[in-house]
């Protein structure tokens, strides 16, 4: 039987993408409404305190955990080491927090967040060289992490050059299976026009977190006809919490709960708060997680 905990991304509430959603909203108001939610962790935003001990505080006082932390990879257009020195950086600090796990993409020739790049038409494909460099220096981070006592994943994503079943099957291939783990976001496969069930099956022994985002079909087609970039997708409404778009996580949670997966759903839904206020979104997300996984 799976041993899952629940936590949710800042993002609905800050979105560091772009600052001006949520720019009234403050550190404290985010993480009392993940609380108050029912929620007992979450990743971490640009507005949480950069001194772990002033973090833990805040985060006690509320019952959270910090489960893990997005980290922006440059290993195709930066020197390996210095890409590291920033990976150890960031891994200290989860570490001092408690976490378990790193959550790394890469950026180095990402469109997601150019906003004059078309999401679907100008995301990046690796070359074989490309490939190669990619793979050497995750798993150079993979046991660096390992090393500091995390795990570390990788997080497919939309306007990268991992994004596509392909993709990640090649990354997948050609990483070692003990240094990189892979973290399954539902709505950036849903997204992509990939089978969610078929990743999640073929890569349940090595998906090490898991980030629960749902898709408005209508909004995704209309950024994939009309050439829209990925941040002004987000800004349109591409994406929410589950159970309020149009993927059903059922399937998703079955398989999941009858896997020996130990680790976290982390809900991951940006959208503009001054849209989908964020407390009431979390709330929506917690109720149909409750009714659909019996967490
Ligand atoms: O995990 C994520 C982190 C965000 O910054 C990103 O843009 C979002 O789409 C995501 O899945
Ligand atoms: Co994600």
Redesign the pocket.
Known sequence: MANIKLGI?P?AWT???MPDLGKENTFEQCVSEMALAGFTGC?IGNKYPKDPAVLKKALDLRGLQIASA?FSSYLLTQPYEQVEKDFIKHCEFLKAMGAKFC?V?EQGTSV?GKLDKAVFRDKPHNTEEQWKTLAEGLNKLGAVAKKIGLTMTY?H??GTCVQTTEEIDRLMEMTDPDLVFL?Y?T??LVCSGEDPIYILKKYLPRIRHV?L?DIRMDIRNKVKEENMS?LAG?RAGM?TVPGDGDFDFGPVFDIINDSDYDGWFIV?A?QDPAKANPLEYAIKARKYIKEKAHI
Do not use: T
């Open positions: 991304a993002i979105n560091d993408d990743e997005w959550n993409a997601q997080h994503h939309m973290l976001d709505g950036h980030h985002k990925f987000v994406f991951e940006e």
